[in-house]
């Protein structure tokens, strides 16, 4: 209990001799002195310039003299124009203005003491003043209270949106691991279904060719028989020229240069260079059929050449070589009914009914058989004339049809995955903030219209500015970094967009935005201070820092 007594006995005296300092140097410190600055002001000694470069008497201490260079003996006076004379405004804030102020009849301080000379009636409304900074300041601490509530809103969105994105890069890689495994196998499948087929294919071709080509060898010496006449196992000029076929200019005759043409340059040619030699031009002219000896015209090209009408009629007869295809001609005259046009009219109502029976299939069907196996997805030429692929054949190429769909299938769905994943480690690699706050701004734009133009910013991609009227946007920068530090700020203070549009004769364009504490998402300035450099201000939660509810008046 007695130690209790002494504790408030000594408490009291420290508060009175705290309360007694103060109105003593509330007394004795000179008018425009700080209280912080008292100590420097002590009337029982010589005044040192604050910036130590002269000592005077103290009696010269607000002698209306300017005596210091640092202006610090004047601080109540206009004598010096570097002066400070400082307010105390009781009640409301504490402030500095200029010595030239003192006494010049304009009321600066609200507690009136700069013009204490009484040029001019000032009243004191210090506190009136302060009672509404007081309210300001509890409604702007209020609205940052609200800013900051916000921010931690956005935070936790921010840090759900990270975590989710990277559960999901978690999930696709083990399943990238399983589709590479996939996209292998059916990779392997595809080659190994596609070499069989390709062999199908081409043993097919291979058979398709020799058959062919002892088709046409079979046909040239037919036809070498038919145009040999005399069976001397020579064609020759005249025997050429018996043959209305081989007139080139269609002038009725066929002439010795004509023929030989058709003999590669020579007068005569055995069987067997026929079909090396001259087979490959003879057979688009001269079908090798036994009823075309009736065309053959004798032509008079005197002693040596003349063939004897009598021994082409007496040609020996020669079987139709079969699968020839000739060409035939119809020399009936375009009035001149016939029984067959019945038969193309009801072939082409057969088609007309095949046609609308198809509409509802697939595309493929609208095409013949053998067209469908020659546009097969393989490397195959076109070969005219070729029949199409036997049953097997056709099962190996859909089956390489069926693996290249399942590979193609599978290399698109790991393509997709990949696409994702680079996505995803964009967005994780984004800094959004110390605590994940600016995330809600990602895939927004913001506006702000001026006089002239919209700008148009959208965090963490683009800044753009348009005229009002309408025209072409122009980039003024491409998203960068949180630059606060580099302004000697807080590094989230600010955001950095660079590599916009190049000004004429000048630098790319940029802009500096300034974030400030808000409880809406806002762009609320524009303008260009220099040249191709912009400064903007954005006001959003994310910028809101906790705040301290407390008088500072």
Same mark, same amino acid.
């Given at each position: 209990?007695?130690?209790?007594?002494?504790?408030?006995?000594?408490?009291?005296?420290?508060?009175?001799?705290?309360? =007694?300092?103060?109105?003593?140097?509330?007394?004795?410190?000179?008018?425009?002195?700080?209280?912080?600055?008292?100590?420097?002001?002590?009337?029982?000694?010589?005044?040192?310039?604050?910036?130590?470069?002269?000592?005077?008497?103290?009696?010269?201490?607000?002698?209306?003299?300017?005596?210091?260079?640092?202006?610090?003996?004047?601080?109540?006076?206009?004598?010096?124009?570097?002066?400070?004379?400082?307010?105390?405004?009781?009640?409301?804030?504490?402030?500095?203005?200029?010595?030239?102020?003192?006494?010049?009849?304009?009321?600066?301080?609200?507690?009136?003491?700069?013009?204490? #000379?009484?040029?001019?009636?000032?009243?004191?409304?210090?506190?009136?003043?302060?009672?509404?900074?007081?309210?300001?300041?509890?409604?702007?601490?209020?609205? +940052?209270?609200?800013?900051?509530?916000?921010?931690?809103?956005?935070?936790?969105? !921010?840090?759900?949106?990270?975590?989710?994105?990277?559960?999901?890069?978690?999930?696709?890689?083990?399943? =990238?691991?399983?589709?590479? %495994?996939?996209?292998?196998?059916? #990779?392997?499948?595809?080659?190994?279904?596609?070499?069989?087929?390709?062999?199908?294919?081409?043993?097919?071709?291979?058979?398709?060719?020799?058959?062919?080509?002892?088709?046409?060898?079979?046909?040239?010496?037919?036809?070498?028989?038919?145009?040999?006449?005399? +069976?001397?196992?020579?064609?020759?000029?005249?025997?050429? +020229?018996?043959?209305?076929?081989?007139?080139?200019?269609?002038?009725?005759?066929?002439?010795?240069?004509?023929?030989?043409?058709?003999?590669?340059?020579?007068?005569?040619?055995?069987?067997?260079?026929?079909?090396?030699?001259?087979?490959?031009?003879?057979?688009?002219?001269?079908?090798?059929?036994?009823?075309?000896?009736?065309?053959?015209?004798?032509?008079?090209? !005197?002693? /040596?050449?003349?063939?004897?009408?009598?021994?082409?009629?007496?040609?020996?007869?020669?079987?139709?070589?079969?699968?020839?295809?000739?060409?035939?001609?119809?020399?009936?005259?375009?009035?001149?009914?016939?029984?067959?046009?019945?038969?193309?009219?009801?072939?082409?109502?057969?088609?007309? #009914?095949? /046609?609308?029976?198809?509409?509802?299939?697939?595309?493929?069907?609208?095409?013949?058989?053998?067209?469908?196996?020659?546009?097969?997805?393989? /490397?195959?030429?076109?070969?005219?004339?070729?029949?199409?692929?036997? !049953?097997?054949?056709?099962?190996?190429?859909?089956?390489?049809?069926?693996?290249?769909?399942?590979?193609?299938?599978?290399?698109?769905?790991?393509?997709?995955?990949?696409?994702?994943?680079?996505?995803?480690?964009?967005?994780?690699?984004?800094?959004?903030?110390? %605590?994940?706050?600016?995330?809600? =701004?990602?895939?927004?734009?913001?506006?702000?219209?001026?006089?002239?133009?919209?700008?148009?910013?959208?965090?963490?991609?683009?800044?753009?500015?348009?005229?009002?009227?309408? !025209?072409?946007?122009?980039?003024?920068? +491409?998203?960068?970094?949180?630059?606060?530090?580099?302004?000697?700020?807080?590094?989230?203070?600010?955001?950095?967009?660079?590599?916009?549009?190049?000004?004429?004769?000048?630098?790319?364009?940029?802009?500096?935005?300034?974030?400030?504490?808000?409880?809406?998402?806002? =762009?609320?300035?524009?303008? #260009?201070?220099?040249?191709?450099?912009?400064?903007?201000?954005?006001?959003?939660?994310?910028?809101?820092?906790?705040?301290?509810?407390?008088?500072?008046?």
């Amino acid at each position: 209990m007695a130690s209790e007594r002494v504790c408030g006995i000594t408490l009291f005296s420290c508060l009175f001799c705290l309360a =007694l300092t103060r109105s003593v140097d509330s007394d004795s410190r000179p008018r425009g002195v700080a209280i912080s600055k008292t100590s420097f002001y002590d009337p029982s000694r010589s005044f040192t310039c604050l910036d130590g470069s002269k000592t005077i008497d103290f009696s010269e201490v607000n002698d209306d003299y300017c005596d210091c260079p640092d202006a610090t003996d004047e601080p109540g006076t206009a004598a010096c124009s570097n002066g400070l004379f400082h307010c105390t405004n009781a009640g409301h804030r504490p402030q500095n203005i200029a010595s030239s102020k003192v006494n010049d009849g304009i009321c600066d301080c609200c507690d009136t003491t700069d013009e204490y #000379e009484g040029l001019i009636q000032c009243s004191n409304n210090c506190k009136e003043m302060g009672a509404v900074a007081r309210e300001e300041r509890r409604k702007e601490q209020e609205k +940052q209270q609200q800013g900051y509530q916000m921010r931690s809103e956005y935070s936790q969105s !921010g840090k759900d949106k990270k975590q989710d994105r990277q559960n999901r890069k978690n999930e696709l890689k083990d399943q =990238l691991t399983e589709i590479e %495994d996939e996209v292998s196998r059916l #990779e392997a499948i595809k080659k190994e279904a596609e070499v069989k087929a390709e062999a199908a294919k081409q043993e097919h071709i291979d058979r398709w060719k020799v058959e062919n080509e002892a088709k046409d060898k079979e046909a040239a010496e037919e036809a070498f028989q038919l145009l040999d006449t005399d +069976q001397d196992g020579l064609l020759t000029v005249a025997e050429i +020229q018996a043959k209305i076929e081989f007139d080139k200019d269609s002038d009725g005759t066929v002439t010795p240069e004509e023929a030989q043409e058709y003999l590669n340059q020579t007068t005569d040619v055995s069987k067997d260079d026929f079909f090396t030699q001259c087979w490959g031009i003879i057979k688009d002219v001269f079908p090798p059929h036994p009823e075309a000896a009736a065309d053959e015209v004798p032509t008079d090209q !005197g002693d /040596d050449t003349h063939v004897p009408p009598a021994e082409v009629s007496e040609a020996p007869d020669v079987p139709d070589v079969p699968d020839m295809k000739v060409p035939e001609v119809d020399n009936k005259s375009p009035t001149e009914p016939t029984d067959e046009k019945d038969d193309t009219d009801n072939d082409v109502e057969d088609y007309d #009914e095949d /046609d609308e029976d198809d509409d509802d299939d697939d595309d493929d069907d609208n095409y013949p058989e053998d067209r469908k196996d020659k546009e097969l997805p393989l /490397d195959m030429p076109e070969l005219e004339g070729m029949p199409e692929f036997d !049953g097997d054949t056709k099962a190996l190429i859909e089956a390489a049809e069926s693996a290249a769909t399942n590979f193609q299938s599978a290399a698109e769905n790991k393509s997709n995955k990949e696409i994702e994943m680079d996505s995803l480690d964009k967005h994780l690699s984004l800094d959004l903030g110390p %605590d994940e706050e600016f995330y809600p =701004l990602q895939g927004h734009c913001y506006d702000y219209t001026e006089r002239e133009y919209i700008y148009t910013l959208c965090p963490f991609d683009k800044i753009t500015q348009k005229p009002k009227d309408g !025209g072409r946007e122009t980039s003024l920068g +491409q998203w960068g970094e949180f630059s606060g530090e580099k302004a000697g700020r807080e590094k989230y203070s600010e955001m950095s967009y660079t590599g916009g549009e190049k000004c004429w004769n000048g630098p790319d364009r940029q802009t500096k935005i300034t974030l400030k504490c808000g409880v809406t998402n806002e =762009l609320v300035s524009a303008s #260009e201070p220099n040249r191709c450099e912009y400064a903007m201000e954005f006001l959003t939660p994310a910028a809101c820092k906790p705040v301290h509810l407390h008088e500072e008046l």
